[in-house]
Structures are given as structure tokens and as C-alpha cells.
């Protein structure tokens, strides 16, 4: 409301939502500002790829991306210091194998998770042996929360957003679409899918990948699995929630 001597007028202003992707820059990356986390792949049968794939499993279109990253200040140092990997190709991605890269990624973490808590479809449980969620490929995306610890066991699917405030166990079959992200320890053992990003920090000390032929564990980066979560949350690839798109006059007397 503007006022001038007895005059009155009234305005209303228009917010949008801010269109965009969640700009993530690798298939692991490290949110963490002690870097001296334990990284750990037991079997020959772990991969993290930071090379573009569709849910399908077929060839994507993006440019590869480093396969694991730590947040800046972290360094490629701070990495190769604190893991054991049986083969250095078991990460790809840019720069070849080991992918190992810095990312300087704008994404507010913090944020993320509260629009996740605030609008989460799921609250999820402490525990699950076995639960179908939905699947990429159908399009049925979620957003899920657990404040604390989860552990997964016997064969869990789901797809969308899933932040763990705690740490995250897997024994059994996992498969995910979408972006995990777990503030604490992660294991993953036995048969695991991750197809377009993980997100570990700040709390995290362990990060252990187990498998054994013929299951393996996978964490896939997926341009297109991104960008289909990324329109779930109202936060842009700058970390705006909104855009003014315009005003008009409503009243006056």
C-alpha cells in the first residue's frame, strides 16, 4: 500500500518459481569441511562412473563429470590420502580414472534438505526389509526424509530425493532414481543402483562400498535424473527460491 495526503493505492506483486537444475557437479560428492573421511570400495565390484547414463541404462548426453568430488576447501589430496580402491578404473568419469575432482558447486546443502523436511512426501522409518517406492522410469518421484539412521534390507526401489540426517546401511538390493543425500556414514552392501547422484557430508567419517560378483555396487550420474528431481524443490541452480514476474494495481481510495 502506497499513501499520499488522503490517497491510498494497493499493489500486488508476483512471484514465480525459478526453473533450473540442481547444479551438481559429480556422481559422489563430499560435503564435508574435514575432509579425512574414510573412503573404502571392498570387491571388485564397486564403481562410482561420473560418465551420463539415462535411467535405462542407455548412453546419455551430458559431458562427464568427475566420478568423486569433496567440496572446496577439500582437495584431490585430502582424497587419495584417505581411500583404498582395488582399481583406480572402479571411479571414471572426466579426467579419466581415478575421476577425482574439487567441486565449487553453488548448492546451498543446508537449504536442500529443509525444502526436502518441509515438503517430504515420505517421513521415512529407522528400518525397511523390503518397499517399493516407485521408479524413475514411470515418472513416480518422492521426496523423502529421515531424521536419524536408515538401514535397508532384502530389495527396496524408489525415486526422487531421500535425505538421511544420519548415516545409511544397505544389505540387500537397492535400486534408486534420484539424488541421495546422507549426512553421515554410507555403506552399501551387496547389489546397489544409484542412478544420478550421492551426496555425503557434513557429519560423514565413512564412505564403504562392498560386493562380490555377480552384484555390485553402482553410483551412476545421470543428467537426466537431475533435472526431472530438480523441478521437486523451489530452489534454483543460484539458490533463489523465486523470480518477480510482475505487479498490478488491485484497488484504490
Known amino acids: ?15 514465480s518459481r525459478v526453473p533450473g537444475t540442481l547444479p551438481i557437479e559429480s556422481a559422489t560428492t563430499l560435503f564435508n569441511q574435514n575432509p579425512q573421511i574414510n573412503i573404502s570400495f571392498l570387491g571388485p565390484k564397486a564403481f562410482i562412473t561420473g560418465i551420463d547414463y539415462k535411467m535405462n541404462g542407455g548412453p546419455g548426453t551430458g559431458a562427464p563429470v568427475y566420478g568423486l568430488s569433496i567440496q572446496a576447501p577439500g582437495t584431490v589430496a585430502d582424497l587419495t590420502a584417505n581411500y583404498t580402491v582395488d582399481d583406480d578404473s572402479n571411479i571414471k568419469g ?25 515438503n517430504a512426501d515420505i517421513h521415512l522409518k529407522p528400518n525397511y526389509a523390503g518397499q517399493l517406492w516407485g521408479t524413475g522410469p514411470a515418472g513416480d518421484f518422492k521426496l523423502f526424509h529421515r531424521n536419524g539412521n536408515l538401514t535397508l534390507t532384502k ?4 525415486a526422487g530425493i531421500m535425505v538421511v540426517t544420519g548415516n545409511l546401511t544397505v544389505s540387500g538390493t537397492f535400486e534408486f532414481d534420484g539424488i541421495i543425500i546422507v549426512l553421515g556414514d554410507v555403506v552399501l552392501n551387496d547389489h546397489v543402483r544409484i542412478t544420478g547422484a550421492l551426496i555425503q557430508g557434513p557429519a560423514s567419517g565413512l564412505t564403504q562400498f562392498t560386493s562380490a560378483p555377480p552384484r555390485h555396487v553402482m553410483i551412476t550420474y545421470s543428467t537426466e535424473v537431475i533435472q526431472a528431481v ?8 543460484g539458490g533463489n527460491f523465486s523470480r518477480f514476474s510482475g505487479w498490478q494495481e488491485i484497488g484504490r481510495n
Open 155 to 158: 530389495t527396496c526401489i524408489g
Open 230 to 237: 530438480s523441478s521437486m524443490v523451489v530452489m534454483s541452480a
Open 94 to 118: 572426466l579426467g579419466g580414472a581415478p575421476s577425482l575432482g574439487v567441486s565449487t558447486s553453488s548448492m546451498d546443502l543446508d537449504l536442500l534438505v529443509k525444502e526436502v523436511y518441509t
Open 1 to 15: 500500500m502506497g499513501v499520499h495526503g488522503n490517497a491510498r493505492r494497493y499493489i500486488v506483486g508476483y512471484l
